[in-house]
């Protein structure tokens, strides 16, 4: 994005705060972990983080990070089952962690990436995707539902959007959703499906894309400033590494459809987390930038990486310009079916990165993000506009 070595050292201090030490590693279970059934008993306990870390560095040192991460994710094993599903935990940060390592060919960062795939929290997000799996295997061959119709009918389920509660947080999905709307959620979710072949990557990237960015772009609320869903925000900022990995020739095809198919339903599930909010174009379309008017991609890249934050604001509007690339390659290939593919397209990407931008520069961290479109009590917090 163009940031200078002060600019790197000023976003590092902004959060050495944040920063803990990371307890040693345990030499005599680091070597445990070489059998797969010892290694599965050790997942989804933070606690064993620096475990895991070790023991994927020592590997990536032997084997190079390419083999180790096909090993682990993407074969037929109970280990790389596992593991698999663990990228999609964690509010999509293990996805994040290992794009960032495997665009920038950084072993450390693989590592890091793998670890905190293999240690974080189950969230009952693997039994959710099996489900969906499940379901769309009954209706084998049928075509792909258009995802913005998707989030729709997720709204409209009265069931769905009374299942989480605002004060459970970043739990909600665990705490609210899972236990009270699994199946109405994956039975919608179900249809969205992905085919094994490079087209319908294409298409399945570019709509989950850009559906996600609706979702993030247009739960605005008429009357009060421009805010964006902390949660569908990460949706956005994930999907440059979902593209990322289904271009890489070494990762099976069946795998890259399953990964995006699980991402663009993760995605519903998130959105459902946040309160189902009521999404409406318009306050995107006419959404009238204010810090960030006049600014093209090259002037929102600097201010970006100058915003003082945890990062969020530079990832988030680095992966809409790159959407914005991927998705102009296709939006004549839909015709009249562009709108419902692409809710968000042409220079919607750039108006969602401006309102980001106008919505977070010099605002307390703690007010840059909605962490629940869809609940009111947080809209009550919003600046009044005319």
Same mark, same amino acid.
């Given at each position: 994005?163009?940031? $200078?070595?002060?600019?790197? /050292?000023?976003?590092?201090?902004?959060?050495?705060? !944040?920063?803990?030490?990371?307890?040693?590693?345990?030499?005599?279970?680091?070597?445990?972990?070489?059998?797969?059934?010892?290694?599965?008993?050790?997942?989804?306990?933070?606690?064993?983080?620096?475990?895991?870390?070790?023991?994927?560095?020592?590997?990536?040192?032997?084997?190079?990070?390419?083999?180790?991460?096909?090993?682990?994710?993407?074969?037929? =094993?109970?280990?790389?089952?596992?593991?698999?599903?663990?990228?999609?935990?964690?509010?999509?940060?293990?996805?994040?962690?290992?794009?960032?390592?495997?665009?920038?060919?950084?072993? &450390?960062?693989?590592?890091?990436?793998?670890?905190?795939?293999?240690?974080?929290?189950?969230?009952?997000? @693997?039994?959710?995707? &099996?489900?969906? #799996?499940?379901?769309?295997? !009954?209706?084998?061959?049928?075509?792909?539902?258009?995802?913005?119709?998707?989030?729709?009918?997720?709204?409209?389920?009265?069931?769905?959007?009374?299942?989480?509660?605002?004060?459970?947080?970043? %739990?909600?999905?665990? +705490?609210?959703?899972?236990?009270?709307?699994?199946?109405?959620?994956?039975?919608?979710?179900?249809?969205?499906?992905?085919?094994?072949?490079?087209? #319908?990557?294409?298409? @399945?990237?570019?709509?989950?894309?850009?559906?996600?960015?609706?979702?993030? *772009? &247009?739960?605005?609320?008429?009357? $009060?400033? &421009?805010?964006? +869903?902390?949660?569908?925000?990460?949706?956005?900022?994930?999907?440059?590494?979902?593209?990322?990995?289904?271009? !890489?020739?070494?990762?099976?095809?069946?795998?890259?459809? /399953?990964?995006?198919?699980?991402?663009?339903?993760?995605?519903?599930?998130?959105?459902?987390?946040?309160?189902?909010? !009521?999404?409406?174009?318009?306050?995107?379309?006419?959404?009238?930038?204010?810090?960030? /008017?006049?600014?093209?991609?090259?002037?929102?890249? /600097?201010? *970006?990486?100058?915003?003082? +934050? +945890?990062?969020?604001?530079?990832?988030?509007?680095?992966?809409?310009?790159?959407?914005?690339?991927?998705?102009?390659?296709?939006?004549?290939?839909?015709?009249?079916?562009?709108?419902? =593919?692409?809710?968000?397209? @042409?220079?919607?990407?750039?108006?969602?990165?401006?309102?980001?931008?106008?919505?977070?520069?010099?605002?307390?961290?703690?007010?840059?993000?909605?962490?629940?479109?869809?609940?009111?009590?947080?809209? %009550?917090?919003?600046?009044?506009?005319?």
């Amino acid at each position: 994005m163009g940031g $200078k070595s002060e600019d790197l /050292k000023r976003a590092f201090e902004d959060n050495d705060h !944040q920063q803990i030490q990371i307890p040693p590693a345990d030499p005599a279970i680091v070597r445990e972990m070489k059998d797969a059934d010892v290694f599965i008993k050790y997942m989804r306990d933070p606690a064993q983080y620096n475990n895991y870390l070790k023991f994927f560095e020592q590997e990536i040192e032997t084997r190079g990070w390419r083999d180790v991460l096909y090993e682990y994710f993407f074969t037929p =094993t109970p280990v790389a089952k596992s593991m698999f599903v663990q990228l999609f935990e964690g509010l999509y940060h293990p996805l994040i962690h290992v794009g960032f390592g495997i665009e920038f060919d950084q072993p &450390a960062i693989v590592a890091e990436g793998l670890a905190q795939a293999a240690s974080h929290a189950w969230g009952n997000i @693997g039994n959710y995707l &099996a489900r969906c #799996d499940e379901i769309s295997r !009954q209706d084998e061959g049928a075509l792909s539902t258009p995802l913005q119709e998707l989030y729709h009918q997720v709204r409209a389920t009265d069931k769905i959007r009374m299942a989480v509660r605002l004060q459970q947080g970043p %739990n909600r999905i665990k +705490d609210g959703l899972m236990p009270n709307a699994m199946e109405e959620l994956a039975s919608i979710a179900a249809q969205f499906r992905v085919g094994n072949d490079h087209m #319908d990557w294409e298409r @399945g990237l570019v709509e989950s894309t850009s559906c996600a960015t609706y979702n993030a *772009a &247009a739960a605005q609320r008429k009357g $009060k400033a &421009a805010k964006i +869903d902390f949660f569908s925000m990460h949706a956005v900022t994930s999907s440059i590494f979902l593209s990322l990995l289904v271009r !890489q020739s070494w990762i099976p095809s069946e795998q890259k459809a /399953k990964l995006i198919e699980w991402k663009g339903r993760l995605d519903l599930a998130w959105y459902a987390s946040s309160g189902s909010p !009521q999404l409406d174009l318009q306050l995107v379309t006419s959404y009238q930038p204010t810090l960030s /008017k006049d600014m093209n991609w090259q002037a929102l890249y /600097k201010a *970006a990486i100058k915003c003082h +934050d +945890d990062g969020h604001v530079a990832k988030f509007v680095r992966a809409l310009y790159s959407a914005e690339g991927e998705a102009r390659e296709l939006e004549g290939r839909f015709d009249k079916d562009t709108a419902i =593919t692409l809710p968000i397209r @042409g220079d919607l990407w750039l108006r969602t990165a401006q309102m980001c931008l106008d919505s977070t520069t010099d605002v307390p961290l703690d007010e840059k993000w909605l962490m629940g479109a869809g609940f009111d009590p947080l809209w %009550n917090r919003v600046t009044d506009v005319a």
